[in-house]
């Protein structure tokens, strides 16, 4: 029964679009002229500054903050947890001096080979360098990661053996220890700068290296010197990384609270993240007037057209129908009228997108697409669209229970 008279409804509604299809058509493309400006807009923001902030939060890079080196700092492992707990912290890891963590690295397959200089760079579980979960990863004491570059330099690939050779000068006297490594996976050029020779090993490694030298033995990998203390290990740097860049300011703040002064990418990412919430203000505002200016169109577009038809929605009072159903009828109608509206804003949204698309073909990333859309964010538009229209014809709707039959067909 329902689905009758939504049927015969939908019917109604097609057939008087029919007979006053002029108006129909202008009504159709007045929405259309509203919207698909609108959606180009939208449209660039998310495929120019969108991808921009996509390659931002894709880059760890971008996320890392260290702190800047000045001497005086030193963090403990409380420090550290502390730091692991903020909900905006994605990774943190102590790190050595600068010096302490310098190594030479030869094949074990060509001894003869010159050896390459690199720094090691602590990491552990969750590092955000790290593809994915499952990737081949630094864990234990034998196992490395190397950037490309160091790779690169070192003529290394993955499951090689490589030597680390750790040289330090004790009382007079240069020694120097050798420890063998297998290489678990290389680095793409775009997780590190290709410059960088780093390897990436167990945090436990950097502190035997670092204290190894300092002048102590390292009993852990048998390596001679004094013993060293009861004195907890402290790191004088760290790499952190936050967990979205909205999270960078923050903790820079936080770190700068704490009396640490961070050296992070904020000043390349602010930028643009202020020119995308200008961008969004800019928009939101030209949305709401053209949402505002479309409502009192369609409104006076539905009413206007209760008033041409009160003879014939008395007639069908007359013959049966409820106000219920007469009060839907305007409801619709704009409904339909925005669906079509609506396809047709999509329609002349892909062929903007597509001549905009093919103007801008080489902007790295965003030659992917300047202007572009989801289909969900296709379909949002097209849902608020409908939804305001419909609200703009409840105008129409309530001005259809104020006709009274007798008088209607009088009149006329």
Request: with cysteine.
């Amino acid at each position: 029964m329902i689905t009758s008279r939504i049927g015969q409804m939908f019917r109604l509604v097609v057939a008087d679009l029919r007979r006053d299809w002029a108006m129909a058509v202008c009504q159709v493309f007045a929405l259309a002229a509203v919207l698909t400006p609108l959606l180009v807009l939208f449209g660039l923001q998310q495929g120019v500054l969108g991808q921009m902030l996509r390659d931002l939060q894709a880059n760890p890079a971008m996320r890392e903050i260290v702190p800047r080196v000045t001497g005086t700092n030193r963090f403990d492992a409380a420090w550290l947890d502390a730091a692991r707990r903020r909900a905006d912290v994605a990774f943190a890891v102590g790190d050595a001096r600068t010096l302490a963590a310098e190594v030479e690295m030869v094949p074990l397959a060509r001894p003869q080979a010159e050896a390459v200089l690199g720094v090691l760079v602590p990491t552990r579980p969750g590092d955000p360098l790290a593809a994915s979960a499952g990737e081949p990863w630094a864990s234990g004491l034998d196992r490395v990661v190397l950037s490309f570059g160091a790779a690169r330099a070192l003529g290394a690939a993955a499951g090689e053996r490589i030597q680390l050779l750790v040289p330090r000068r004790r009382d007079g006297t240069d020694e120097t220890q050798a420890h063998a490594v297998t290489v678990a996976s290389v680095l793409p050029p775009d997780r590190m700068a290709e410059t960088r020779r780093a390897v990436l090993v167990d945090d436990r490694l950097v502190l035997h290296v670092q204290r190894y030298r300092d002048g102590f033995a390292v009993p852990e990998l048998g390596w001679p010197g004094a013993p060293a203390g009861t004195e907890p290990q402290r790191f004088e740097r760290f790499r952190l990384y936050a967990r979205t860049i909205d999270d960078v300011a923050p903790l820079t703040a936080w770190l700068r609270s704490g009396g640490v002064e961070p050296v992070s990418r904020l000043d390349e990412i602010a930028p643009i993240q202020a020119l995308n919430a200008n961008l969004s203000l800019i928009l939101a505002v030209i949305s709401a007037f053209a949402a505002a200016g479309s409502i009192v169109a369609l409104a006076a577009t539905q009413w206007s057209g209760v008033e041409r038809k009160r003879r014939e929605l008395a007639l069908l009072t007359l013959i049966g129908y409820g106000r219920g159903w007469l009060i839907s009828l305007p409801l619709a109608q704009a409904l339909l009228l925005a669906a079509l509206g609506s396809a047709l804003a999509v329609g002349l949204f892909a062929a903007a997108a597509g001549v905009i698309n093919a103007r801008f073909p080489a902007i790295g990333s965003v030659a992917a697409g300047a202007c572009r859309l989801s289909p969900d964010q296709l379909l949002l538009a097209a849902a608020v669209t409908c939804v305001l229209a419909m609200g703009a014809a409840l105008l129409a709707a309530a001005r259809v229970t104020r006709i009274e039959p007798a008088a209607a067909l009088r009149d006329t």
